[in-house]
């Protein structure tokens, strides 16, 4: 990390899921134009892809590729699939379905993404993470939770429990303010999923327009200039970082 920022807390607030729906599009444009996300992940495989790389064209939000293998609900006791894009357990499967991705990001954006990170995470495991880990080295780009050197991933700003249940004050102002407050030195990424409409068939549906509101709350913006905080986006990184 450069010594011109060492010391400093810098934060991104990065939403997933961009392109899933309409209304997760419109819920992140609004909570970048008018709150303080700075970031987003561009599912390429979803029904709104397109326009959210429409507005990506012309936007000073950063964009990286939210890789998108597959998607599990906890019902009835257990994790159900619903729907797998690829075998996450076979590395040559994984890597050509991260390869297609990159490329489709690149048509739908006209550019290269800036992060990379995937669907509820799955590249925490191998060998996702391998795949995901080396094309952010070959980019030149982080990877969510893989960059040597680091960016810090913080993914208490979410509505729900581990296996579904609900977690209102976890996307609070205050729960959000309290998170900004206690930053480390370093940069740090915020997760959030936020959204205008309920238009998305996932178990984390409601709480997406409650992240909206939160996020567009004028008191973030206040508790990020008390304390100091820079906000950016992962574009804008390269030139604090080595």
């Excluded at 590729?65 to 994790?79: C, I, N, P, Q």
Aim: aromatic share 6%; proline share 4%; glycine share 10%.
């Amino acid at each position: 990390m450069s010594e011109q920022i060492e010391g400093v807390r810098i934060l991104i607030v990065n939403a997933d899921d961009f392109g899933a729906s309409a209304g997760v599009n419109q819920g992140i444009i609004t909570a970048h134009e008018r709150g303080i996300v700075t970031s987003a992940s561009l599912m390429v495989r979803g029904a709104a892809a397109g326009a959210a790389a429409d507005y990506a064209w012309d936007s000073r939000l950063s964009v990286g590729l939210h890789f998108d293998l597959g998607e599990w609900a906890f019902t009835e006791g257990e994790w159900q699939a619903l729907y797998v894009v690829a075998d996450l357990t076979d590395p040559d499967a994984v890597a050509a379905e991260l390869d297609r991705q990159l490329d489709a990001f690149v048509d739908l954006v006209g550019r290269p993404p800036t992060h990379l990170d995937s669907h509820q995470h799955v590249h925490r495991k191998e060998p996702v993470h391998t795949a995901l880990a080396g094309a952010g080295l070959r980019m030149h780009i982080p990877v969510r939770d893989a960059t040597p050197g680091g960016i810090v991933y913080d993914g208490a700003f979410y509505g729900q429990e581990a296996k579904g249940l609900a977690n209102p004050d976890a996307i609070s102002v205050d729960a959000l303010v309290a998170l900004i407050e206690r930053l480390a030195p370093g940069v740090t990424e915020v997760g959030c999923h936020p959204a205008a409409e309920d238009d998305l068939d996932t178990m984390y549906r409601r709480e997406r327009i409650t992240e909206m509101e939160t996020l567009c709350d004028a008191r973030l913006r206040d508790a990020i200039e008390r304390t100091g905080v820079l906000l950016c986006g992962f574009g804008d990184l390269a030139q604090f970082l080595l």
